[in-house]
């Protein structure tokens, strides 16, 4: 597979680049913004890691843009600074599927591009199909559709949505999603929050997931906060 890294830093494209490869993924470097949006209209890229201080368009624009093209299902990464929430939680509003901190472990990295690429790009053999009212969501073929019109999702934002559907009316809390859905044992909430969040504006009234006031989120158990 192929994936795009685009930072500013040559040391991070290099160092970052080395581990992917050793995982044999084929990898793409750019150095700035305008770059970074060429490669992403003409090279056929499986995942992008995005700096978000990248000269402009930045990496939240890019990620605003790749969502509105014609590829919208493209898995991002953000690369943002240590202790920038406010990056990150944009970020995950813009689509993001994903972020990492700088400074970072590249082998951190490099396992959040493989959770990544399995949760986009996962071999599943049999169709397994899952519905709550006019939603509609087969696993197989990673589609989503609300009264039979499809719904454009990113990977994280299918990945939570399969998750709630295949367990309706149980509550779980935020830490028990970021573990569930993103594999972590540790993180910041608010990531939680933004998907669920943007899951409900992209099913619009189809929607049925609940806020437990103090317990978390579930969906159609029928006595939402929100």
């Known amino acids: 597979m192929r994936i795009l890294v685009a930072d500013d830093d040559p040391v991070v494209r290099e160092v970052v680049r080395r581990y ?102 996962p071999v599943v053999t049999t169709e397994d199909v899952l519905t709550g009212g006019a939603v509609e969501l087969r696993r197989a073929a990673r589609t989503v559709t609300v009264a039979g019109k499809p719904v454009e999702l990113t990977a994280r934002e299918f990945d939570l949505l ?29 990531t939680v929050t933004v998907h669920i969040k943007r899951l409900r504006a992209k099913l619009g009234a189809a929607h049925r997931i609940d806020t437990v006031w103090g317990r978390g989120y579930a969906w159609g158990r029928g006595d939402s906060d929100e």
């Open 20 to 121: 992917l490869e050793c995982d044999g993924l084929e990898v793409v470097e750019t150095a700035d913004g305008r770059a970074t949006a060429a490669a992403l209209e003409r090279d056929d890229i499986d995942l992008a890691v995005l700096d978000v201080m990248m000269p402009a368009p930045d990496g939240i624009e890019l990620t605003r843009a790749v969502r509105s093209g014609p590829r919208p299902e493209t898995p991002i990464i953000l690369l943002t600074a240590l202790g920038e929430e406010e990056d990150r939680v944009i970020g995950l509003q813009a689509g993001a599927d994903d972020y990492v901190t700088k400074p970072f472990s590249p082998r951190e990295l490099a396992l959040r591009v493989a959770s990544v690429l399995r949760r986009a790009h």
């Open 162 to 190: 399969a998750f709630l559907l295949a367990n309706q009316r149980r509550v779980y809390s935020r830490e028990e999603l970021l573990a569930q859905v993103w594999g972590w044992s540790f993180g910041d909430l608010s």
